[in-house]
């Protein structure tokens, strides 16, 4: 199994001027992860929109992800949906394409019982037959689920071996998880954290195995994790202050700002989207976007 460590950068779904898919500008996102020293590659979540795409969508991104990294990073599938044999379908294409391992959330319209959550994991990794990591969210990308019915589902569940944890107070969450997890030594294997990074000298402090933000400044978290791992903790933080605005900016405009980034570094062609309730980038917040970019500019690796 390949190691699973480290910054897991997720690709967002770009698209083209008619709002159709745009698989070039998803190898430009491979490529752009593997040149930048990102650990890991995670496609199609909600960072990529995957609630705006078609089933032949989502698997042509994975298929297009895997063909292009041709075995270079590890590559976590997402096969999240609101109906479990679409989940089960999404994972045995996965495992049909090359993909190292699946992600998923939850059914969030109608949150399902003990039972059916434990079923739906049960299904996804028997489909799948490859490590399958439970993404822990908040609504309405995801159903918070406790720590201890986390380590039931991997206690029940083979193949389910790794959290992504990003429910609220998720610090606190990744150290019981993991204190947790010490119970199941040889089913879990830890937990990644999210949220954009934003908490990532924390979450590694915590015991934390990487992270998965969107990847627009991977290769930069990536540097970072990567000076955490060495022990050089004061550059490593020197680093993280000058991402800050532009996390902070990426919360108050979420999959546009990521999008507006990867286009402001020529990786792919458009910032186009199709989720209703997201916000274009005005001229002013352009403005913003390119001083903010300023401070962490000069850690880009690509």
């Not at 379908?89 to 699946?102: I, M, N, S, T, Y």
């Not at 049960?122 to 993404?135: M, S, T």
């Not at 969107?214 to 978290?221: L, T, Y």
Request: with cysteine; proline share 5%.
């Amino acid at each position: 199994m390949k190691k699973f460590r480290g910054i897991f950068g997720i690709l967002v779904a770009p698209f083209d001027d008619k709002l159709a898919l745009d698989v070039e500008d998803v190898k430009s996102q491979v490529e752009f992860c593997v040149k930048g020293g990102v650990h890991g590659i995670v496609v199609p979540v909600n960072a990529s929109e995957y609630w705006t795409l078609s089933e032949t969508e989502r698997k042509l991104l994975v298929k297009t992800a895997v063909e292009c990294n041709a075995g270079r990073l590890p590559i976590v599938a997402g096969v999240s949906s609101q109906s479990m044999p679409i989940s089960v379908e999404l994972a045995r294409h996965a495992k049909e394409v090359g993909a190292d391992a699946v992600i998923a959330a939850p059914p969030t319209l109608l949150g399902p019982t003990a039972d059916q959550l434990m079923e739906y994991y049960k299904q996804i990794a028997g489909a799948a037959e490859l490590p399958v990591f439970i993404q822990n969210h908040t609504p309405p990308f995801g159903v918070p689920i406790s720590a201890p019915m986390c380590m039931e589902i991997v206690r029940k569940v083979d193949g389910v071996q790794f959290v992504k944890e990003e429910t609220q107070f998720s610090s606190h969450m990744i150290t019981s998880l993991n204190e947790l997890g010490k119970q199941l030594p040889d089913r879990y294997l830890g937990t990644f954290g999210g949220k954009a990074c934003r908490y990532l000298i924390d979450e590694h402090s915590r015991g934390a195995l990487g992270c998965m933000p969107a990847c627009q400044i991977a290769d930069v978290m990536a540097l970072i994790w990567d000076l955490l791992d060495e022990g050089k903790k004061a550059e490593a933080e020197k680093i993280f202050l000058a991402t800050q605005p532009q996390i902070t900016m990426e919360f108050a405009y979420g999959m546009t700002m990521y999008k507006n980034v990867l286009k402001y570094r020529g990786i792919i062609k458009t910032a186009n989207f199709r989720g209703t309730g997201m916000a274009a980038l005005d001229e002013q917040d352009q403005i913003e976007l390119r001083r903010v970019i300023k401070y962490v500019e000069p850690y880009f690796r690509v």
